[in-house]
């Protein structure tokens, strides 16, 4: 396991560069975020260690950051400001453009994996903007009318985009049509593998913080919240319920991340300190069906305060991720190390 601290500054958001295998950005705050400084880590991996290539400071915190897929030096940032930051590392100070357009904190942002030309910003003002990362002003905006913490493009299709909110809904939009939302899906709804489910009173209803799209089921997806269980919902027959609920998180699911390596696999952190592997149990059964059964199959418990950021190395063996937490510290470590042989 390697480490490297983020000393005065709490982690929100972590990402391997797209391009380079040994480059991690995250995003941080000072205070918890609640008050000063934000900064932008450009770190890499040495066979010394995790070294400091270079650091961007702002004037708010920054919750989120998205590597840009077309520029191998070019990543962008949600800020507590309302703004959205474009940072290009061969330009040393400041930012190369911004969008202020949000009217509350930004609190995730993500780059168009299918056409790569458009990125995504979410906020606490309840919308979702679209960008082009050449153009001075938002392409779109889509309206949740409530507390938007995570949006997200699918990564089988350019047109689609999902979120999740304070209001308990998952929303998948079309941006061909984007006056409404194509879907809208209550989180808390009985597992629908429970032969009793219709007879189970649905979750009282509960923030959801933080979703994932499967790398291999392009109608899959995972979703993390304030109840502490993360549930995967096949969105097109999300009116049976969740495939599967994997519970043991023992407080709110800040993030959750599936493998891009195993169609089954994903990865959570949250404010209970630890980082845990699932196996969501689809690879059991046809592809998107319902009656999976997951569980846990592995815990790291390293950090020790809130785990808000976690990604997937897309490059070399299998199973390599990094972790960042209010502690300070990112974490790069082997998740087969953790996993119950």
Known sequence: MLEYRTEGFKNFGVQYSPFLDSRIAVASGANYGLVGNGRLHILNLTPGGIEAEQWYDTQDCLYDLAWSETHANQLCTASGDGSLKLF??????????????????????????????????SSWDGT??????????????????????????????????????????????D?????????????????????????????????????????YQSTLVAVGGVDRKIRTIDVRMAERGP??????????????????HLADLLLSGGYDMSVRVWRDGSAKGVEGGAGAIGGEVGRMSSHTEFVAGLDWCLFGAEGWCASAGWDERLLVWDVRSCMAR
């Not at 590392?89 to 609190?107: A, D, I, L, Y």
């Not at 889509?142 to 304070?166: D, E, M, Q």
Request: aromatic content about 8%; proline content about 9%.
């Open 175 to 215: 941006l061909r049509d984007p006056a409404r939302p194509a879907q809208e899906i209550a989180i808390h709804m009985p597992i629908s593998t429970r032969p009793d489910a219709q007879l189970q009173a649905p979750d009282p209803p509960s923030e959801a913080l933080t979703h994932d799209w499967n790398k």
């Open 128 to 173: 979702v903007k679209i960008y082009n990362p050449e153009l001075p002003a938002s392409l779109t905006t889509l309206n949740n009318n409530s507390c938007t913490y995570s949006a997200l493009f699918s990564p089988h299709a350019a047109a689609l985009i999902s979120s999740v909110s304070s209001d308990s809904m998952l929303r998948i939009w």
């Open 243 to 260: 495939l599967a609920v994997l519970e043991g998180h023992g407080y709110a699911v800040r993030k959750v991340a599936w493998s891009p």
């Open 88 to 121: 290009d590392t061969g330009v040393s100070t400041f930012p190369v453009r911004q969008w202020s357009e949000h009217t509350r904190e930004v609190f995730s942002t993500s780059w168009n994996l299918v056409s790569k030309d458009t990125l995504c910003s």
